[in-house]
């Protein structure tokens, strides 16, 4: 089984930062890689920012210049980096994690409960 914890959500003024972390346990055999989706109300899900098991890195156009990605392999933790945020940028964002476990050899999604992120001022 596998779980991610994401922490690091929450109400922030124009202009400012936030970082969200997310951590992953369970029976992890290898991680293909990690990301962080958003979705604002009423709009698709989308993708924020992924990094492969290499380290190499993917951004969306509406983020790119302003979201850091970045993973901890000991730990197993993802990291994003907000910041310039604007009211665009308000939504639930969700930690996915690819990985094939012990269990299941083949990769496959798993999904964090999401955390809310409210750009205002």
């Known amino acids: 089984q596998v779980q991610l914890v994401e922490s690091g959500g929450g109400l922030v003024q124009p202009g400012g930062s936030l970082r969200l972390s997310c951590a992953a346990s369970?029976?992890?055999?290898?991680?293909?890689?990690m990301a962080w989706y958003r979705q604002a109300p009423g709009k698709q899900r989308e993708l924020a920012a992924r990094i492969g098991s290499g380290g190499s890195t993917y951004y969306g156009n509406s983020v790119k210049g302003r979201f850091t990605i970045s993973r901890d392999s000991a730990k197993n933790t993802v990291t994003l980096q907000m910041n310039s945020l604007g009211p665009e940028d308000t939504a639930v964002y969700y930690c996915q994690l690819v990985a094939a476990t012990i269990a299941a050899r083949s990769p496959r999604e798993y999904w964090g409960q999401g955390t809310q992120v409210t750009v205002s001022s």
């Open positions: 369970g029976s992890i055999d290898s991680i293909y890689s």
